[in-house]
């Protein structure tokens, strides 16, 4: 097996262990049967064993900004782009709900994650706001961030423990979101609900 392939193996099965346990007692040999090697593959794959998590987090925040960013590079008006991105996140959140439950159990509490937040939506806010696209002011920035972050994190929770559909969750809640943001009604309706793209794969070194 490539040292590549071994550690994807190896942080996918480290998501779905921390996604279910958190990060406590996460053992090496735990780690290697869930991901079906040998303990010394994991040695020889991964360089501490203990910054496993921060690893993995990082990881994957920086897969889904790429993935976000070129998924919608086509989409000129930041308010679409800001609407397919929370949507994505929670269209993901069903179709990997191991990576689902990873990603709100710890978005509020990992440096990394946190930042998936205030990355491509921050920019996206901010050109918006350039456009004259919302009504809020500057000092309610931090506020706007934090609902949409808030926003997108519950809706997921709502998909991957089955009490909506993605896609049905995902239009009321970016909805009512680009309505608080000053977005007419109509037209928040009508973003939220548009054809969403696919979510585009992207290689991360």
């Given at each position: 097996m490539s040292p590549s392939r071994a550690q994807a193996r190896i942080h996918d099965a480290a998501l779905q262990l921390f996604a279910e346990k958190g990060t406590e007692d996460l053992s090496?040999?735990?780690?290697?049967k869930a991901a079906g090697i040998a303990r010394g593959t994991i040695y020889n794959?991964?360089?501490s064993p203990e910054s496993l998590f921060e690893d993995v987090a990082g990881e994957l925040a920086t897969e889904m900004h790429r993935r976000v960013v070129e998924s919608?590079?086509?989409v000129e008006d930041p308010?679409?782009?800001?609407?397919h991105g929370m949507r994505f996140h929670i269209r993901r959140a069903h179709d990997e709900p191991a990576w689902g439950r990873f990603i709100t159990r710890f978005a509020f509490?990992?440096?990394p994650l946190e930042a998936m937040w205030t990355g491509p939506p921050m920019r996206d806010v901010l050109t918006g706001m350039a456009l004259g696209r919302y009504d809020f002011s500057e000092a309610q920035i931090p506020a706007v961030l934090a609902m949409i972050g808030g926003?997108?994190?519950?809706?997921?929770v709502l998909v991957v423990e089955g009490h909506r559909s993605w896609r049905d969750a995902g239009a009321d809640s970016v909805e009512l979101v680009l309505r608080a943001m000053g977005i007419d009604p109509k037209e928040a309706r009508t973003i939220a609900c548009s054809d969403l793209p696919?979510?585009?794969?992207v290689q991360v070194s």
């Open positions: 090496v040999t735990e780690l290697a794959n991964i360089e919608y590079a086509t308010v679409e782009r800001l609407a509490s990992n440096a926003t997108s994190v519950a809706t997921m696919p979510l585009l794969e």
